[in-house]
Each structure stands twice: as structure tokens, then as C-alpha cells.
């Protein structure tokens, strides 16, 4: 059974690492524009779900989420200097409500009540990028966000303790994903690419 789980881990990182190459082709190419509030929360939210992961016994079920936490923290430094320059006032308070679950995490002490808040947090960091997405959606490499769904569904199945703590976190990412790549598949049926 271990040997079958982390086989599955490594599928899983595997997948997580390939659904970055192109994303960060997109920034190279500048095609693919990242908006830097969105990936600084992922980065920061992704390292404390990792280590709460790792403390938790994840196992191999936690080789996609320090992976995540890896690419994620890339992004974000690339996106403050190739990435989305359009910042509304919606994106600031956005971003500082986030940043500001941050300190109640740390009040908690409790690890599953931890990665409830960073996994909150991690969906609300979807607004930049939603936003600036729904006019651009060819502004997004959709793969990524697809692909990353079934990342973190094989994630879960490795995981070498399954609980609350080490499956809330993947699960609900698996799901936002899927539905944020799904809606920049729709968009694109209404905005001509550019």
C-alpha cells in the first residue's frame, strides 16, 4: 500500500510540475500575464498548507502541495515585474483581507483550523485573477488550472493519513481550479483572442 501511494504522489507531482511549464512559457512569451496578489497569497497559503501537511502525516499525498508552494512563490516574484499591472481598489481590499486571516491562523495553534482559514484564504485569492480574466481570458494559460485538478485528486489518494487536515485543502483547491479553467473556457467563446 505505501508503494502504491507514493507512486500515485509522484504521478501527482509529476502532473503539478508539467501544468507550470506552460504558464511560465505564457509569462516568458507574454502572453500569459499573472496577477501578483493572486500568487503571493497561493505562495504564502501553499507553504503553511504544506508544512501543516507534512506535520500531519500527508506523506506522498503532500509532494503537490510543496510543489505548489515552490511554483506558486516563482510566479508571484515573477508577477510583480511581468505580471498584471492593472490593480483596482476591489484587488487591494481583496488582498488585504486575506493577508489578514494570516495572524488568526497563527492565533489558532490548531493545525486542521489552520489549513480551514489558508484554504479560505487560497479561494479568496482567486478574485484578482478572476477579475482580470473575465475581460482577458486569454490572459491565463486554462491547462494549468485543469490540470491541476487532477493533481490534487491523485494527492489525496496518497495521502498517508486521510483527514481533514491533509484533504481539505487539495480537495477544495481541486475543485477551484476546475471551475476557474472551466470559466476561462467559456469566456474564450465570447472574447476573440487577441
Known amino acids: 500500500m505505501v508503494m502504491t501511494k507514493t507512486i500515485l504522489g509522484a504521478i501527482a507531482a509529476g502532473i503539478s510540475i508539467y501544468t507550470y511549464v506552460p504558464y511560465f512559457i505564457g509569462i516568458f512569451k507574454g502572453r500569459t500575464k499573472p496577477h501578483a496578489f493572486s500568487w ?5 497559503v501553499t507553504g503553511i498548507t504544506s508544512a501543516a ?6 506523506g506522498a499525498g503532500a509532494w ?6 515552490l511554483a506558486t512563490s516563482a510566479v508571484s516574484i515573477i508577477a510583480l515585474f511581468k505580471g498584471e499591472t492593472n490593480i483596482t481598489r476591489g484587488d487591494k481590499i481583496g488582498f488585504g483581507l486575506s493577508l489578514s486571516a ?5 492565533a489558532t495553534g490548531d493545525p486542521l483550523w489552520s489549513v480551514i482559514l489558508v484554504t479560505a484564504i487560497s479561494v479568496s485569492g482567486f ?16 491547462q494549468t488550472y485543469l ?3 487532477p493533481a490534487y485528486a491523485l ?8 483527514n481533514w487536515t491533509t484533504a481539505l485543502y487539495p480537495g477544495v483547491l481541486m475543485v477551484a481550479n476546475l ?3 472551466a470559466t476561462l473556457l467559456l469566456r474564450r467563446k465570447h472574447v476573440a483572442k487577441p
Open 53 to 58: 501537511q507534512i506535520v500531519s502525516h500527508g
Open 179 to 181: 471551475a476557474f479553467g
Open 102 to 106: 494570516i495572524p488568526l491562523w497563527i
Open 147 to 149: 490540470l491541476a485538478a
Open 127 to 142: 478574485w484578482p485573477t478572476f477579475r482580470k480574466s473575465w475581460p482577458q481570458p486569454w490572459g491565463e494559460v486554462a
Open 64 to 69: 503537490v502541495t510543496i510543489i505548489e508552494a
Open 155 to 162: 494527492s489525496i489518494t496518497a495521502l498517508d493519513e486521510l
Open 40 to 44: 503571493i497569497i497561493w505562495a504564502l
